[in-house]
Each structure stands twice: as C-alpha cells, then as structure tokens.
C-alpha cells in the first residue's frame, strides 16, 4: 500500500476510534437510544469507507500492478487469476 493510502486509512480509523469511544460514553451517560443509533451507523458507514479505501489500494496495488513490484510480498507470490478470486471472497465478507 502507498504511503499517501495508508496515512488516509490510518487517520480514518483513528477518527473511527473516537466514535467508538463517543458511543460508549454516550451508553454509561443512558444517553437517548436514537441518538446512539445515529452514531452507530456513523462508525458503520465510516468503517465501510475504509473498506472502500483498503479494496481499492489493493486493487491499484496488488492487483492491477501485479508483477510491476508495487505489491505487497503476499501478492507477489501469487497469480493474477489467484488474486481475482482472493478479491471476490473478499467482497463477498465485505458486503455481508
């Protein structure tokens, strides 16, 4: 992954982090349920932003730039029809 990508992703999760934490202090504080729902489909949608973000790294990086030494080690070992079907079972954990 490029450095720029995986600075994003880390700052999101960090950002993500700080809802979990909002949410847990919004239950100890028996804040209003509907308020807390609004939060936690927040951080879903956050958490499916990264998803978005590590799928299409992946792609660019390890799928796409097959063999041009971009990819991570794990993919270099591996062939393109391999890494197609790693990132179908991918999606396929992703959008259950």
Do not use: P, W
Not at 72 to 77: D, I, M, R, V
């Amino acid at each position: 992954m490029q450095q720029e990508a995986r600075q994003k992703i880390q700052n999101r999760l960090k950002r993500i982090s700080g809802q979990v934490t909002g949410v847990q202090r919004m239950v100890e504080e028996d804040r209003y349920c509907v308020d807390i729902l609004t939060q936690v489909a927040a951080i879903r949608s956050a958490l499916d932003a990264v998803g978005v973000a590590m799928l299409t790294s992946h792609l660019e990086s390890c799928v796409v730039g097959h063999g041009t030494e971009t990819e991570h080690a794990c993919a270099k070992q591996m062939t393109q029809a391999e890494l197609l079907d790693e990132v179908r079972v991918s999606l396929e954990r992703f959008l259950k």
